[in-house]
């Protein structure tokens, strides 16, 4: 059995008044893949950020690692391994590609930084192609590679990406859908991906159901199809 | 006159230019318009004139010294916690509007005369078409051409100056890759108030250095930073340098008040002609 990374537990985070996660509790082990999945409004982005810790929970627990971390400031989580890459403005504008990616490195040492950029080179050629071209000139599939490759240079353990397709064309979709498989298998890094498109359930292990701030299921992808996410987005 | 004029623009520029600078790194990268900027510059110009009579290097170092602690410990005690809670561009407006009175009433307590005039050693001249030129007189130009360069040097090649480009153009993810965006924002506090005091030394050795004079200097910085593009360095220099030819050539046809209403009529055309500023601004937050 793979050890616990991640275990958040009674999760209740606010917006202004309103609770818009309700007593969230799960596990994310090593090297997994999670999908969390639900419509709009349905809390994905509140849990990723509560987790990053660019939103502070109300009450429950999170720990990674084994730690406890919903007091810890956002560049504590970071040092310790979290990593977020966030739906909107994801990428340094009027800045080159290769700056992106070394400044993302700014806890890791040059040597590693290095190593790492070449690997995002080597999963995303495009970028290599586009070293010194500033990062918001670059196609919109592009800035997607960069928000990834952001996250590897990142070094984190577990990487939380909200939306990755979205805003991208399916055959698009399918290619980061394939890259970020290849990264948990090569990096053994553990992925918490928020998403609408259905094929997560070619790449990820377990799907966590997300509704009204609720979580409605925790199952195996193995065990769904895509009509029950159809469903869930419609709010069935 | 053509000569002399261009030759005076360019000194004035040259003025402009450090506060502009120290507007355009306080706001660009931080956000907040400090409208004290000018008021804690002239603080260190009159410890830098106060300290000239034990040594020309000791003053320097402690009126300049004096300002980059300011500007650090005012944004990280006080604009970065106001700015964390959600303060808006009004709130920063009365807080760094009273922090400029406060500066101004603690020069006043401080220090025996309200105007003071700087010594600064005499450096040689020089003659281009039969116009002298005191070579004293170029360094603020000088100084302010070496400053912008470090700058953009520092931000290419160097790690903590990548942090501060990434700062400014993209906050939320600054933070989410783990750089120490407080510590940022403070250490540009600082840099832009030694800038702004550097401004407020070559203005009074040139001219009369009075305590209101720090009012003139931050609003003209802040608006010739806007003009050139608010973040862009080099707008903001090119905007002083061009302030600086406006306000040189309209001397020879113009009163001062008219100088005034001419100098800002063009400001007003500009931005509304280019809202982002003469380069466009640099600023992505």
């Known amino acids: 059995m793979p050890d616990v990374i991640l275990e958040v537990s009674g999760l209740v985070t606010n917006y202004g008044q309103v609770t818009a996660l309700k007593n969230i509790s799960f596990k994310v082990f090593e090297n997994e893949i999670i999908g969390i999945v639900g419509p709009n409004g349905s809390g994905k982005t509140t849990l990723l950020e509560t987790i990053a810790g660019t939103l502070r929970n109300k009450e429950g627990v999170i720990s990674f690692l084994g730690r406890r971390i919903d007091g810890l400031s956002v560049r504590e989580r970071r040092r310790m ?15 080159q590609v290769r700056k992106n990616l070394e400044v993302s490195g700014v806890l890791v040492s040059p040597k590693r930084v290095n190593h790492l950029i070449d690997y995002v080179y080597s999963l995303f050629p495009a970028l290599k192609e586009r070293v010194t071209q500033s990062a918001h000139t670059l196609s919109g599939g592009q800035q997607k590679m960069l928000a990834v490759g952001i996250g590897i240079v990142s070094d984190a353990r577990l990487l939380l990406i909200d939306e990755p397709s979205i805003g991208l064309a399916p055959k698009l979709v399918t290619r980061l859908f394939s890259n970020l498989s290849q990264i948990r298998q090569e990096t053994g890094k553990a992925l918490f991906l928020a998403e609408q498109n259905v094929k997560i359930l070619r790449i990820a292990d377990r799907i966590i159901g997300l509704e009204g701030g609720e979580i409605k299921f925790v199952e195996k992808s193995s065990n769904l199809d895509e009509k029950t996410l159809q469903d869930l987005y419609m709010g069935q | 006159m053509i000569l002399t004029g261009l030759i005076n623009g360019i000194i004035m520029g040259g003025i402009l230019s450090l506060p502009v600078l120290g507007v355009a790194v306080v706001y660009g990268i931080t956000g907040i318009p400090n409208f004290a900027i000018g008021l804690i510059g002239v603080f260190g110009g009159f410890v830098t004139w106060y300290f000239l009579s034990y040594n020309l290097v000791l003053a320097l170092i402690v009126g300049v010294g004096v300002c980059f602690p300011i500007g650090y410990f005012l944004q990280k005690l006080l604009l970065t916690p106001i700015s964390n809670k959600g303060g808006d561009a009004i709130l920063f407006f009365v807080i760094t509007i009273s922090l400029g009175f406060v500066f101004e009433g603690l020069t006043r307590a401080i220090f025996p005369r309200p105007s003071i005039s700087i010594a600064l050693p005499y450096l040689g001249s020089f003659t281009v078409g039969g116009v002298t030129v005191e070579v004293i007189k170029l360094l603020a130009l000088v100084f302010a051409l070496s400053t912008l360069t470090a700058i953009r040097l520092l931000e290419i090649h160097t790690r903590p100056g990548q942090s501060w480009q990434a700062t400014s153009r993209n906050l939320k993810l600054a933070k989410l890759v783990g750089v120490n965006t407080d510590r940022v924002y403070a250490v540009a506090h600082g840099i832009g108030c030694s800038l702004a005091c550097i401004g407020a030394i070559f203005w009074g050795s040139l001219y009369n250095l009075n305590v209101l004079s ?20 080099w707008g903001g220099m090119l905007s002083a340098l061009l302030m600086g030819l406006v306000l040189s050539f309209s001397g020879y046809f113009l009163d001062g008040n008219w100088q005034s209403v001419l100098l800002y009529a063009i400001v007003i055309t500009v931005l509304i002609v280019s809202p982002r500023g003469i380069l466009g601004s640099e600023r992505a937050l």
């Not at chain 1, 391994?81 to 800045?95: K, N, S, T």
């Not at chain 2, 720090?214 to 360095?233: K, R, T």
């Open chain 2, 214 to 233: 720090g009012w003139e200097l931050g609003f003209l910085g802040f608006i010739i930073a806007v003009v050139g593009g608010i973040g862009n360095i």
């Open chain 1, 81 to 95: 391994g979290l990593m977020l890459v966030p739906q909107e403005r994801y990428i340094f504008p009027m800045m």
